[in-house]
């Protein structure tokens, strides 16, 4: 069963800073898309940073500069880092998982797997609450 756990949140002041931690489990196949999300009260979730397994990072507008995806896949671990904290920063964050799929490609005399991403983030954390004050 695959499982991710966050942790890392907290109560910091602007400008401050935080670094989240993700830890997953139950799956080991090098192929993945791994993104932080997070979540205001009274607003929709959105995407804050995504990463594939070959490391290729996009990162919406609102945290450029501010917010680093990293991944220690050691330990299995995605962080964000995130520097220059604002109170509109205050959400609850996630960590999730689209794991995509394998198919058989022909590649002529044989066959070949190739991994496809499903373009939707399958697996979620509980959350990490992030807190910044003015």
Not at 19 to 28: A, E, K
Not at 44 to 71: C, H, L, M, P
Not at 81 to 91: G, V
Request: one cysteine or more; charged letters at 20%.
């Amino acid at each position: 069963e695959v499982q991710l756990v966050e942790s890392g949140g907290g109560s910091v002041q602007s400008g401050g800073s935080l670094r989240l931690s993700c830890v997953v489990s139950g799956y080991d196949d090098t192929h993945y898309i791994m993104g932080w999300f997070r979540q205001a009260p009274g607003k929709e979730r959105e995407k804050v940073v995504d990463i594939d397994s070959d490391g290729r990072t996009n990162y919406a507008d609102f945290v450029k500069g501010r917010f680093t995806i990293s991944q220690d896949n050691a330990k299995s671990t995605l962080y964000l880092q995130m520097n220059d904290l604002k109170p509109e920063d205050t959400a609850m964050y996630y960590c999730a998982a689209d794991l995509g799929f394998y198919t058989l490609q022909d590649v002529g005399g044989g066959y070949r797997r190739h991994w496809t991403p499903t373009g939707t983030f399958t697996y979620w954390g509980q959350g990490t609450q992030v807190t910044v004050s003015s």
